[in-house]
């Protein structure tokens, strides 16, 4: 991002990082917010955004701790 954008000029904004859920929320330009655990989180960007650079934070701005989700084992609510 230049210095006059905003996290909202990105294809996606990934919010705050939260130890309550295995989710984080996930904002894609002109579809809205979605909870999306690590493994949905990819696909899902691939699916909205074909040619989407995961790594740019032109396109991809994490609010903190990009690419790290909170952990979460298998049978946990």
Not at 42 to 65: G, M, S, T
Request: no cysteine; charged share 30%.
């Amino acid at each position: 991002m230049n210095s006059t954008s905003s996290p909202r000029d990105v294809l996606v904004e990934v919010a705050e990082f939260r130890t309550d859920s295995r989710y984080r929320l996930v904002h894609l330009k002109g579809v809205g917010w979605e909870p999306l655990a690590p493994e949905e989180f990819e696909p899902r960007l691939k699916q909205v955004f074909p040619d989407i650079d995961l790594e740019d934070p032109h396109q991809v701005h994490w609010a903190d701790r990009p690419g790290e989700w909170p952990r979460w084992h298998p049978g946990e609510a």
